[in-house]
């Protein structure tokens, strides 16, 4: 986790309507130097907008964006050290990948040598060595992904803007570019401000994550704090999967997780039978819906076991691994 030393983006009360849907809707946001920030939240939830403020390509109704200290609320993006990476690449088609990697230190004016030098050191950044004279078409999507990453570090900005970078990729690079992308941020330590509405994506790469609810910010914290301690209904059920128990007249939450199944047996202070319903095997584990006796149905998840539809099981779980929500 980076030390909450020195703030590189500061968002204060952003607003943001389109006719009259409010976007986003009084948004406050510090963002420190050298994080990987998140907005997570279901489409439409206003995540994307902020990002395109942030970058410029969208000008706030209320409110201010300060970048390293300057307010740049009215500056046009390129007047802004930020990169920004889309979804769809958006790469030049015409032109080969180190041509594209050198377009922006071409505009700024970086002489031949220099750009060449730089473009070559960030191709081998994401092992791309080799496929400098290649054209966009001729790579994989996930080259093609790396290709529009680098073309934007190349540019070293101080603050990267990611909006659903990895949306148009297979689940198996997808999941293995996560891991690139967050090993490659560490390294060139430049903060990276990354929008999806994957909440696994989200608990896996960030150092924070706000979680994004109808144009407001409902929680922020480690991908930890939101898991574990979710402030609200919608962050309890949007970040990981939960139930709901009422247990002496009270509403508690308990993650699927954490629920135990066996035939007898009980692992915690807090226990309920019932009869399984389904058992959905999803690989690593298996998904077991109870009817409880106390009229709910759970769902725990565990390794796959010896059960069989219609069984009569035991549910059990430690009441601290409960969570309260309002
Ligand atoms: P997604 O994951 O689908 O991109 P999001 O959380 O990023 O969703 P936004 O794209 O920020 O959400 O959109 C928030 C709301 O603003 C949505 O209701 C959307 O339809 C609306 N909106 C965004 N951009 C525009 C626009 N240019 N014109 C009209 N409405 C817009």
Known sequence: MVEPASIIVSIRNLSRSFGNVRAVDGVDLDIYAGEFLTLLGPSGSGKTT?????????RPDTGLIELGGKDVSQLPPYERDVNTVFQDYALFPHMDVISN????LRIQ?????????????????????????????QLSGGQRQRVALTRA???????????????????????QMQIELKELQREVGITFVFVT??????????DRIAVFNQ????????????????????????????NKVVIDGRSINIRPEFITISKSKKFGDRSVVGKLHDAIFVGATTRYLVHTDLGQTLMSTQPDGEFSVGDFVTLSWESKKEFLVN
Do not use: C, W
Request: hydrophobic content about 35%; aromatic content about 6%.
């Open 50 to 58: 902020v990002l395109r403020m942030i970058a410029g390509f969208e």
């Open 101 to 104: 990697i050198e377009y922006g």
């Open 109 to 137: 004016g970086v002489e031949k040598g220099e750009r060449r030098a730089r473009a070559e050191k960030a191709l081998a950044q994401v092992r791309l060595e080799g496929y400098g004279s290649r054209k966009p078409a």
């Open 153 to 175: 570090l190349v540019n070293r900005p101080s603050v990267l803007l990611l909006d659903e970078p990895l949306g148009a990729l297979d689940l198996k690079l997808r999941e």
């Open 197 to 206: 509405h994957d909440q696994e994506e989200a608990l896996t790469m960030s």
């Open 215 to 242: 144009g407001k910010i409902e929680q922020l914290g480690s991908p930890r704090e939101v898991y574990e301690n979710p402030l609200s209904p919608f962050v309890s059920e949007f970040v990981g999967q939960t």
